[in-house]
């Protein structure tokens, strides 16, 4: 691999930029000479994602993309649209699987992002419908395309406050490092018994990157 290129929102982005994302962490397992560009821009949508950073990942010619996004569709709209975004995320994958065929392409579910917001009843209810169902639209494209699917639904640290941020939505340090030691793990998995170069060498997939 020589290039990676991560896209999305804030989850990918990061808020502050003393602290390690979880792309971050992955480029660096990578090695030191892999291209990292991370073009996830805090607050966007998936048109956002689809109309400002598809064409440049494309452009980049990446060997492993991460895709991620959904969740400010979701926060932005009273009834947010789970078939038009599941056609938008389908139409992205279809374009890179065309335009950038020999990447690998990732992406994840998100965790009730509700569950530790200060929300009313009404709006809490409202935002963890419409992640359920957002959700159930990306597991549905990505098997459809053969993209790699991370549960951050249902992962038991979804369910833990140390791993959001002090809003109680951005991850905190801890929740990047758990999401990068889960990304790593679905793309050893994923690699199998294949190689990449890293540096001057050839290397099997990289070691499990250690806890936070």
Not at 39 to 66: F, H, M, N, W, Y
Request: proline content about 6%; hydrophobic content about 40%.
């Amino acid at each position: 691999m020589t290039v990676y290129v991560a896209m999305g929102d804030s989850f990918t982005a990061g808020l502050d930029p003393d602290e390690p994302r979880w792309p971050d962490v992955i480029a660096r397992e990578l090695g030191p000479n892999v291209r990292y560009e991370n073009l996830a821009v805090v607050g966007a949508t998936s048109v956002d994602v689809e109309r400002k950073q598809l064409s440049r990942a494309i452009e980049l010619e990446p060997d492993l993309i991460t895709l991620v996004c959904g969740a400010n569709d979701v926060l932005a709209s009273t009834r947010p649209d789970a078939g038009e975004y599941a056609q938008r995320l389908a139409g992205m994958f279809r374009r890179l699987r065309r335009e950038a065929p020999n990447a690998e392409i990732m992406s994840a579910t998100y965790p009730d992002i509700s569950r530790f917001l200060d929300l009313r009843p009404r709006s809490r209810a409202r935002v963890e419908k419409g992640m359920e169902v957002f959700n159930a639209a990306a597991r549905k494209v990505a098997l459809s395309h053969g993209v790699v699917l991370l549960e951050g639904f249902d992962h038991p640290a979804a369910q833990e406050r140390s791993t959001f941020g002090e809003d109680g939505f951005h991850p905190s340090e801890e929740g990047h490092m758990r999401a990068a030691r889960e990304f790593m793990r679905a793309l050893r998995e994923r690699m199998g018994g294949r190689q990449w170069r890293r540096g001057s060498r050839e290397v099997r997939a990289p070691k499990e990157v250690p806890s936070a």
